[in-house]
C-alpha cells in the first residue's frame, strides 16, 4: 500500500495529497498547506501555509488546524508525523533559538526537547515508536546528530563533528 504527497507551487493549481480509502481505491484531498513535510499512513499532513509563516498545520482530510505553540515562539516548523499522530519539528524561541519539539497529537501543546548544551537543536524525524531524530549544538560548538523519547534523556550519536540525523527506522 504506497500512500503519495503531491504538491505544487505553480499559482492556480490545487495541491493535493493523495491517500488510501481502501485496498482496491485511492481519494485526494486538496491540502490547504502550502508546504506540505510529512504525511503519515492516514493521509494526515504537517507543513506550513505561506499566508501564515510563524505557525505549523495539521491537516486530515478538509480539518485544518494550527499547532499549538510553546508561549513567546516567533514560529513553529513540524516536519514529521508519525502513524500514531504524534509530530516532531523545531521553533523559533523568544530568545532568537532554535528548538526541536515534539507534539504527542496536534491538539497537545509541545515539549521542548532540549539540546546538548550548545544553544540551539532542530528535530527532523520520528518513527512510529514516537523516537526523535535530529541535530544539536554542543559547547564546543559543534554539531551533532541526536536521538530522543519522551521520558528520556537527549542522546547523541557517536558520529563525528557535523553530523545529522534525518531519519529513523
Same mark, same amino acid.
Given at each position: 500500500?504506497?500512500?503519495?504527497?503531491? =504538491?505544487?507551487?505553480?499559482?492556480?493549481?490545487?495541491?493535493?495529497?493523495?491517500?488510501?480509502?481502501?485496498?482496491? !481505491?485511492? $481519494?485526494?484531498?486538496?491540502?490547504?498547506?502550502?508546504?506540505?513535510?510529512?504525511?503519515?499512513?492516514?493521509?494526515?499532513?504537517? #507543513?506550513?501555509?505561506?499566508?501564515?509563516?510563524?505557525?505549523? =498545520?495539521?491537516?486530515? #482530510?478538509?480539518?485544518?488546524?494550527?499547532?499549538?505553540?510553546?508561549? !513567546?515562539?516567533?514560529? *513553529? *516548523?513540524?516536519?514529521?508525523?508519525?502513524?500514531?499522530?504524534?509530530? $516532531?519539528?523545531?521553533? +523559533?524561541?523568544?530568545?532568537?533559538?532554535?528548538?526541536?519539539?515534539? +507534539?504527542?497529537?496536534?491538539?497537545?501543546?509541545?515539549?521542548?526537547? #532540549?539540546?546538548?548544551?550548545?544553544?540551539?537543536?532542530?528535530? /527532523?524525524?520520528?518513527?512510529?515508536?514516537?523516537?526523535? *531524530?535530529? *541535530?544539536?549544538? $554542543?559547547?564546543?560548538?559543534?554539531? /551533532?546528530?541526536?536521538?530522543?523519547?519522551? !521520558?528520556?534523556?537527549?542522546? =547523541?550519536?557517536? #558520529? !563525528?563533528?557535523?553530523? /545529522?540525523?534525518?531519519?529513523?527506522?
Amino acid at each position: 500500500r504506497e500512500i503519495c504527497l503531491l =504538491y505544487t507551487s505553480v499559482p492556480g493549481r490545487a495541491d493535493l495529497a493523495v491517500t488510501p480509502i481502501n485496498p482496491n !481505491g485511492y $481519494t485526494a484531498t486538496v491540502l490547504r498547506i502550502d508546504r506540505p513535510f510529512a504525511m503519515n499512513d492516514a493521509g494526515a499532513v504537517v #507543513g506550513v501555509r505561506n499566508n501564515d509563516p510563524s505557525s505549523g =498545520y495539521y491537516q486530515s #482530510g478538509s480539518t485544518l488546524v494550527a499547532l499549538p505553540m510553546i508561549n !513567546g515562539a516567533k514560529s *513553529v *516548523v513540524p516536519l514529521d508525523i508519525n502513524n500514531q499522530g504524534q509530530i $516532531t519539528g523545531w521553533i +523559533w524561541d523568544a530568545y532568537n533559538r532554535i528548538v526541536a519539539v515534539y +507534539w504527542p497529537s496536534y491538539r497537545s501543546m509541545p515539549y521542548a526537547i #532540549g539540546d546538548l548544551g550548545g544553544g540551539f537543536s532542530a528535530a /527532523h524525524a520520528l518513527n512510529d515508536s514516537g523516537y526523535v *531524530v535530529g *541535530v544539536s549544538g $554542543t559547547p564546543a560548538g559543534s554539531n /551533532h546528530a541526536f536521538l530522543w523519547r519522551a !521520558g528520556s534523556c537527549l542522546l =547523541y550519536t557517536s #558520529g !563525528g563533528e557535523g553530523d /545529522h540525523q534525518w531519519g529513523v527506522a
